[in-house]
């Protein structure tokens, strides 16, 4: 019976390598993917400096803050999504500022100087960064609020259904990438990603077993537009993530699970959104929770719903109900 076991064991190991070499990173060829135009129009140079704040394992996240400190208004903490940082959502947080502490991290593996791009130290260590985050930041009896887009929404979801979700009042997100298999996710997200499958269904296998040796290895690209690349803060651009980082940068394989966890929240999302089907949001989501607002929003794409006035409007209606 042994040796039947270590002969699957064996076997299985030998499978999962063979996928994982089998599937590497690779030139990616230009494609339409999304639409930049409004993100490279935005006036950089007035982006505030970040600011480090300390995690639990002592390294520092570089966050951007904006509105006063106190604890007579809410606190909300903005997660951008994939391949950028916090200046994504720089003109979202001033609209904000406001009305709230508006706290913007570049989030471990992002920003302008991580210590390994793309990378992080295990699975779930972003939701651990942002309970220290808030931990740090807030006030006693402030209320606490997360908004994420893109894949910092899927982050928001899986935070929401994680060991930390006691934490938030109130969730936003803005056209959330929910999981690679649901029905709101298009196929390579609309050209924007390259996924390395047979790469990851190997190192999934190797995780069954409490195997996490190569979690380091890349498996998905994202198609950053040369102009992108050329431009002033190319470099700050993250172009592939490891197996790790994805892995916590989306909920959990039972999504629906950590759907059902979000408090009370609202889905903003453009008609046009190249990445996501916006019309499967509410009937899927509806099946696991009664506690959101879903608002399309006529003509917008997936990067421009984060500067969309009809967003900053229902945010800042979610903030005065706190």
Known sequence: MLSYVLTSFVITGCIALGLIASDRPKPLEPTQGLD??????????????TTPVLMRDGSEMAVRL????GADQPLIVLVHGSGWHGMQIDGLARGLADHARVLVPDLRGHGANPERRGDVDYIGQMED?????????????????MLGHSSG??????????????????????????????PTTRQDAGGWAHTMVRR??????????????????P???????????DGAYGHTATTQYSYRLNAGFAPRGDYMTD???????????????????AHEYEPLMRQATGKGRYLL??????LPIVDAPETLAAIKEDLSGL
Do not use: C, W
């Not at 936003?172 to 298999?181: E, G, H, I, Q, R």
């Not at 190192?203 to 195997?211: E, G, V």
């Open 200 to 217: 990851i269904i190997g190192l999934s296998m190797l995780n069954t077993f409490k195997i996490t040796t190569l979690n380091h290895l």
């Open 66 to 69: 904006y509105g006063a400190a």
């Open 259 to 277: 759907i059902a966890a979000l408090p009370k929240f609202s889905l903003i999302v453009g008609t046009k959104d190249e990445a996501f089907f």
């Open 219 to 229: 498996i998905i690209q994202f198609n950053m537009p040369q102009a992108v690349l």
């Open 129 to 145: 960064d942002l309970a220290d985050l808030i931990t740090v930041q807030a006030q006693p009896t402030q209320k606490i609020a």
């Open 36 to 49: 930049f135009t409004t993100a490279m129009g935005q006036d950089l140079s007035q982006v505030i400096d």
């Open 153 to 182: 929404g899927g982050l928001v979801v899986r935070f929401a259904g994680g060991e930390h979700g006691g934490m938030l009042d109130r969730a936003v997100l803005l056209a959330p990438f929910l999981k690679y298999n649901a």
């Open 297 to 302: 929003v006529e003509g917008e794409g997936h």
